[in-house]
Each structure stands twice: as structure tokens, then as C-alpha cells.
């Protein structure tokens, strides 16, 4: 099956400093990718739409200017985490979707995640 | 988002038992019905995904049952093990869109 991969997995930081996550897509290309964000013992939330040389598209109450996403290539996208702070700590997730039967999009292979902790 | 309910929330089952998990959802729309596995520190995985033209899928000891008319798709894990232990999501979406509604999760604990 397709493969995603993120760096770095895990990540420290202080509170002010920025942040960077990449997402690849390893053997095929993603126009689109996502992000989430996941707290403990909850479900994956999704934050934006990354979109090959466009803007991303972000969900209700996502701070665009806080959570910069850039889709350099189309198997690269980085989601920035500027001047963090301890409640951005989580789990951050991407995914690329696959194009199935009838070349429409169905599943999504996801990242093993990195998890921030921001100090 | 659309609400997805997942039920149980924390399931707890016998090594060689049946386990089964529940999802329902309010958008009509949704055409693909997946269920993710995750294990602790990892991100999901597709396990087992269904098409609404059929109302049974069966992979291994994985079986996905779909009721339209319900707007309801349930997981079962037969003869569960230990390994299977991890947390499970319901994914509805409409092929094409792309978009993916997570359920609210399950975690499943299967014990020797």
C-alpha cells in the first residue's frame, strides 16, 4: 500500500518557537493532503486542506496565521506551528488520499503522526 | 462536520471472542464506509472499508456489516486477539470529496 511518512516524529520545544512538520507521500503523489490534530483519548480532528500550489483551506476555528501550511510538492506538505505555546501541544497527523476505482478518491493513508510538546 | 457516533466507547473482550463496534452517521451522502485501526503512538490504519452497494464485506476475521436505511455500519472481529487490542474508527466520506468525518473512537481491549 501507499506510504506516508513525517518528520520528525517527535518534537520539544519552548513556548514561543516555531515549529516544523513534514508530510511526504513516499510512492505516489498527493495534489491534497490533510492534517489533524488529535488530543489523548480523543478522535482525530481535522485542522486544514493542503493543497498543491494553492492556499490551504482551513476548518472552523483553526488560526490560519498560527498554523501555516505550505504544499511545496506534490508529495510534500509542512504544517508550521508558529509561536507555540503549551496548548498546542498534540498529536499532528497528515494524510494523502488515494484514487480508487473510476479514479475517485477513497482511502486515506495517514502518517505515523508527530507528537509536540511544547514546553 | 456531519455528527458520526461510534458505540462502544471502550470495549472490553475475551481472547477468541467477537467483538463488535458501532457507527452511525447523519449524511446521506457518504458512499464509502472505512473503519481505521490505531495503536498507541501511531496514526491510523485503513483496515476494512465497504461500498454501499453491498451490504457485507468480509476480510479474515474482519466483517463489516452496512444498513442503509439505518445509516448504520458495524466492525466485527472474530476470534479477537490480544493483538488486536488498539483504538477503532469509523470514517465515512463521500468518494471524491475527499473530506473524512472520524467517528468518536473505540478502544478495544482484548485480554488472554
Known amino acids: 500500500g501507499a506510504v506516508v511518512s513525517q518528520h520528525p516524529s517527535w518534537v520539544i520545544c519552548k513556548s514561543g518557537t516555531s515549529v516544523k512538520i513534514e508530510c511526504r507521500s513516499l510512492?505516489?503523489?498527493?495534489?491534497?493532503m490533510f492534517w489533524y490534530r488529535q488530543f489523548p483519548k480523543q478522535s482525530l480532528m481535522l485542522m486544514a486542506t493542503?493543497?498543491?500550489?494553492?492556499?490551504?483551506?482551513?476548518e472552523q476555528g483553526v488560526e490560519k496565521d498560527k498554523f501555516l501550511i505550505n504544499h511545496a510538492s506534490l508529495t510534500l506538505s509542512t504544517l508550521t506551528v508558529t509561536s507555540a505555546h503549551p496548548e498546542d501541544s498534540s498529536f499532528y497527523i497528515c494524510?494523502?488520499?488515494?484514487?480508487?476505482?473510476?479514479?475517485?478518491?477513497?482511502?486515506?493513508?495517514f502518517g505515523p503522526g508527530t507528537r509536540l510538546l511544547v514546553l | 462536520q456531519q455528527q458520526v457516533k461510534q458505540s462502544p466507547q471502550s470495549l472490553i473482550v475475551q481472547k477468541g471472542g467477537i467483538s463488535i463496534i458501532n457507527c452511525a452517521y447523519e449524511?446521506?451522502?457518504?458512499?464509502?464506509f472505512p473503519w481505521y485501526q490505531q495503536f498507541p503512538g501511531k496514526g491510523p490504519a485503513l483496515l476494512i472499508a465497504?461500498?454501499?452497494?453491498?451490504s457485507e464485506k468480509k476480510e479474515g476475521r474482519f466483517t463489516i456489516s452496512f444498513n442503509k436505511s439505518a445509516k448504520q455500519f458495524s466492525l466485527h472481529i472474530m476470534d479477537s486477539q490480544p493483538g488486536d487490542s488498539a483504538t477503532y474508527f469509523c470514517?465515512?466520506?463521500?468518494?471524491?470529496?475527499?473530506?473524512?468525518?472520524f467517528g468518536t473512537g473505540t478502544k478495544l481491549q482484548v485480554i488472554p
Open positions: 470514517a465515512p466520506m463521500v468518494r471524491g470529496y475527499q473530506k473524512v468525518t
Open positions: 449524511n446521506t451522502a457518504f458512499d464509502y
Open positions: 493542503s493543497n498543491e500550489g494553492s492556499k490551504a483551506t482551513y
Open positions: 465497504i461500498r454501499p452497494d453491498v
Open positions: 494524510s494523502a488520499p488515494s484514487r480508487g476505482a473510476g479514479n475517485t478518491l477513497e482511502t486515506q493513508y
Open positions: 510512492d505516489f503523489q498527493a495534489t491534497t
